[in-house]
């Protein structure tokens, strides 16, 4: 168990439908980090959260949204969703910004999303 | 887009042997990780090597760093089945806001590890 926990583990829905993603990231752990993994794109960075305010923005396309809450947990919403956001989504929590820049996430176990 | 590139894409040996993949990114960077994922699961870090490291080691893993080739190994020595996994490495570029930006990963090393 690596701390960061994420629900749900297995979502199957239609097109054109909206889920949330959640997660609640490592005791301690101030940033929030979401990553979609698909076989043909590979793990792509879509958000970062940093203590409830956006971090940073990856690859997040406009029907997908994410926030932080004040006790720190994170949701991703995706809507309209389409076959292609298949696809297994990951959330990694860190400590946050350090003045070394070193930067060590911590992944939960993901949920893997099925769009039919 | 993709920041690493790991090589060989697959790699298949024999239990006991050493496994060896590569990295390659294209900016310059703080410091490059490398992670494991079993299938299926969520990605573990191994180690980090700082950009002013040449070579860093732990237990069985040996990571080197050439900046001016933008380029690192990974080696596993002594392979077990258990080290069958894919292998990542993540570069961290540091953001315009102190270093906070997402790791940017390759598309991954798939090892297998025959026993």
């Known amino acids: 168990d690596s701390g960061v926990t994420q629900t749900p583990k297995h979502l199957i829905t239609a097109t054109g439908q909206r889920v949330t993603l959640r997660c609640s990231p490592r005791?301690?752990?101030?940033?929030v980090y979401w990553y979609q993994q698909s076989l043909d794109q590979g793990l792509q960075f879509l958000i970062q959260?940093?203590?409830?305010?956006?971090?940073a923005k990856g690859n997040i396309l406009e029907r997908f949204s994410a926030q932080q809450f004040p006790d720190l947990h994170s949701e991703l919403n995706l809507s309209s969703l389409e076959l292609g956001d298949s696809a297994l989504y990951f959330c990694?929590?860190?400590?946050?910004?350090?003045?070394?820049?070193?930067?060590?996430?911590?992944f939960g176990a993901g949920s893997r999303l099925t769009v039919l | 887009s993709q920041q690493g590139e790991e090589d060989p894409q697959a790699l298949s040996i024999q239990e006991g042997e050493n496994a060896t993949m590569n990295c390659s990114y294209k900016t310059s960077i703080n410091n490059l990780q490398w992670y494991r994922q079993n299938s299926g699961r969520g990605l573990v870090h191994l180690i980090l090597i700082r950009s002013n490291e040449r070579e860093k080691h732990s237990g069985r893993l040996r990571v080197t760093l050439d900046t001016s080739k933008k380029s690192s190994s990974l080696l596993i020595t002594a392979s077990r089945a258990a080290d069958t996994a894919s292998y990542f490495c993540?570069?961290?570029?540091?953001?315009?806001?102190?270093?906070?930006?997402?790791?940017?990963f390759g598309k991954g090393t798939h090892l297998i590890i025959q026993p």
């Open positions: 993540a570069t961290d570029a540091g953001g315009s806001r102190g270093g906070a930006d997402g790791l940017t």
């Open positions: 005791s301690g752990d101030l940033s």
């Open positions: 990694a929590s860190s400590v946050g910004v350090t003045y070394s820049g070193a930067n060590v996430l911590t």
């Open positions: 959260y940093y203590n409830g305010e956006e971090r």
